[in-house]
C-alpha cells in the first residue's frame, strides 16, 4: 500500500513539475507586446567614433539594435511599411522600421554589419547629387554599394537629388532657408527666384532623383524623406506628381495607417544612452 501510495505521489510530482517547466517555456517564448497596429520608424545619419550632432558611435548604435532585439521588436522592411500605410496591411505587434537620411558611407561600413547581426534590415535616404559626384568631404555610398546591399534586403530612397542645403533668400545672404521649401535668391539676375522658377526646380530635382534610382536600383516604389524635415503644400504635390507615394518626416510620433506622411523617432544623437533610448521607444508603446 505504501509502495502504491509514493508512487502515485511520484508521478503526481513528475507531472507538476512539467507543467510548471512547460508554462516557464511557454512564457519565455511569449514577446512582450508594447503596441499592435502601429509602427515605430527610428531616424539616423551617420556614424562614426567621434561622434557630434547627428553622428552616433558604432557602440552605441550597436546598443540600440541589441536593446530592439532584447526587447521583443520587429524590425520590417520600409515597403512592408509603406503597405501598412497607405493599403492597411498588415504588420506584426512592436514593428519598427529603421532609416538613415543622406547616403553616408558609414552606413555600410558600420551600420550593415551590426544590424546583420540581428537580420535586422534598413532604409536609407540619399542624396542623389553625392552619390553622383561624390563631391562631399564625409564619403556618400556609391551606386554599386547600393546595388549590392539592396540583393541583401536594404532599400534606398529619395533625400532630394541636390536640395539638401540651406541658400540664401535675399541679396545680402543675412537671411537663409531649406531650399526644398523656399523661392531662393538668384544673383546673376539679382532676384528671388518666381513662383514659376522655384516650382520647376522643384520639380527636375525630383524626376532627376527617381529616374537615377529608376536606373541605378530599378526601384519601383518611390518614397521621400524632407530635407530638414521642412516641406510646404507646393514642393509636396511636385513630389507627388514625380511618383512619391510616402513622405518622412522629421516629427515625434508612432505611426497608424491612412496617411502619406510618417513620423520617425531621432534615435541617432549622442546625447542618447542605452536608457534614454529604451524610454523614448516606449514612451510610444502604451
Known sequence: MRRKALATLLIIALAVTWLVSSYRLNAASIEPVHYKDKVLVLMYHHIDEKESGATISPSRFGTHMKILNDQGYNVISIEQFSKFMRNNAKVPDNAVVITFDDGYESFNQYAVPIMKKYNFIAANFIIGSSSDKQNVHTKHLTWSTMRKL???????????????????????GHKTGPMLNNRIYIPDKGR?????????RIKSDAQLIENRLKLELKNSNQMLAF?????????????KDA???????TSPGINGPGSDEAFRLNAGTPT??????LDLIKKYGK
Open 150 to 172: 539592396k540583393s541583401q534586403g536594404f532599400s534606398f530612397y529619395s533625400h532630394t537629388y541636390n536640395q539638401h542645403q540651406y541658400a540664401s533668400l535675399d541679396k545680402e
Open 243 to 249: 511618383g512619391v507615394t510616402l513622405f518622412f518626416t
Open 192 to 200: 528671388l527666384e518666381t513662383k514659376q522658377e522655384y516650382m520647376e
Open 272 to 277: 542618447l544612452s542605452a536608457n534614454k533610448f
Open 227 to 239: 530635407p530638414f524635415g521642412v516641406f510646404n503644400s507646393t514642393s509636396k504635390k511636385l513630389e
